[in-house]
């Protein structure tokens, strides 16, 4: 196991479900993250969900089509125990397992989704030949990724404060979560090779809104993969200073409004 991967499995064994908050940002259409990928998914077969973490997305998806039959994956022991809790006395099948060698035949699945993991994921092109061997022709892959379209003041703060902890401590962010590729538009079309998936593949940037309170908006924050890297102590700091600077952004509505900026692709494998 990589030292990413070993990164990313401590952290959602602490914060299993951690990326379920992105619920609450909604489209200019009112979709949520979640929602976009339910909406894409074709409404027949089987689908995976590949880095199912809490089973969110699985559990939206077997209330809309009810006749799917719905698979998750995913590398941590932490997100699939609560997957179990969240989707006990469903049908749906959890398996462990890494993107890089899924555990799945040939030609099995008509779709396969992923929220929010496939930019996290190293021997990229090895994920993307896994995905296309268990998809049956015709098949679709649609996944969100972070996308650089991020914008509102919290960020700002954010990234400022963050750095000047991380600087006090001494530490500096030196894994490289995923494959640069999977987070420019340019770099996506680069990894789906024309003679495995039709093209050109279809790639929306969206921005996400939030309004959140001080509280919530300082909780949404803190999950970010890189405040991991401060000490108990260092978080603690960390945290008062935030949410001390959040609670100024706050609109006489008492919420604080930002945005997050997703990048939304859908590509089918070739007969």
């Known amino acids: 196991m990589s030292e990413v991967e070993s990164f990313l499995k401590n952290f959602h064994a602490k914060y299993p479900g951690c990326t379920v908050p992105l619920e609450d940002g909604k489209t200019s259409e009112g979709l949520s993250s979640y929602e976009i990928l339910v909406n894409t998914c074709l409404p027949k077969g089987s689908v995976l969900d590949l880095a199912c973490g809490d089973g969110y997305l699985l559990q939206l998806l077997s209330k809309k089509y009810h006749s799917l039959n719905l698979f998750g994956l995913d590398m941590s022991e932490g997100e699939l125990s609560a997957a179990k809790t969240r989707l006990a006395n469903s049908p749906i099948k959890l398996m462990e397992g890494r993107a890089q060698e899924l555990p799945l035949t040939d030609q099995s699945m008509d779709s396969v989704l992923c929220h929010m ?117 260092g978080k603690t700091l960390f945290e008062k200073s935030l949410r001390s600077e959040v609670e100024k952004l706050a609109d006489v509505d008492g919420k604080v409004h930002f945005s997050m900026g997703i990048a939304h692709f859908t590509c089918r494998r070739v007969n």
């Open 117 to 233: 993991a496939f930019m996290l994921m190293n021997d990229i092109e090895k994920v993307i030949g896994e995905i296309h061997r268990v998809l049956k022709p015709g098949g679709i892959f649609s996944g969100v990724v972070g996308a650089k379209n991020n914008n509102g003041e919290i960020w700002n703060i954010f990234s400022k404060l963050l750095d000047k902890s991380l600087e006090q401590e001494g530490k500096n962010w030196s894994l490289r979560l995923g494959d640069k590729r999977t987070r420019s538009e340019e770099g996506l079309r680069s990894l789906f090779a024309p003679d495995a998936f039709e093209q050109p593949i279809s790639i929306a940037q969206i921005n996400t809104y939030y309004q959140l309170d001080p509280d919530a908006a300082t909780s949404f924050c803190m999950l970010m993969y890189d405040v991991d890297l401060l000490s108990a102590v």
